[in-house]
């Protein structure tokens, strides 16, 4: 069945950067666009970012020129990097696909940035 693991959140001080992971399995990632999607306490989802298969990309302005989305289709693998991270970037970040007209999450990772 289809998986999506995230991985690589954590504490992290204003300014600084974290690489989120998240690995998909039970599905032909190569053909389907991926995507990260956020959730700040006590607040929506919201969209953060999207690679299509073929590797183009976009981001959400909010994210835009800090963070950076990438993929490797061998690996099964879709990349997160987020830098100049500040305080209302603090949310549980998700992977998610849409296939077959189905959405598919993984668990979360939490990024917190505090000093």
């Known amino acids: 069945q289809v998986q999506l693991v995230e991985s690589g959140g954590g504490l992290v001080q204003p300014g600084g950067s974290l690489r989120l992971s998240c690995a998909a399995s039970?599905?032909?990632?190569?053909?389907?666009?991926m995507y990260w999607v956020r959730q700040a306490p006590g607040k929506g989802l919201e969209w953060v970012s999207i690679?299509?298969?073929?590797?183009?990309?976009r981001y959400a302005d909010s994210v835009k020129g800090r963070f950076t989305i990438s993929r490797d289709n061998a690996e099964k693998t879709v990349w997160l990097q987020m830098s100049s991270l500040n305080p209302e970037d603090t949310a549980v970040y998700y992977c998610?696909?849409?296939?077959?007209?189905?959405?598919?999450w993984g668990q979360g990772t939490q990024v917190t940035v505090s000093s």
């Open positions: 998610n696909a849409q296939i077959l007209r189905r959405n598919y």
């Open positions: 039970g599905f032909t990632f190569s053909t389907y666009s």
């Open positions: 690679i299509n298969p073929a590797g183009v990309t």
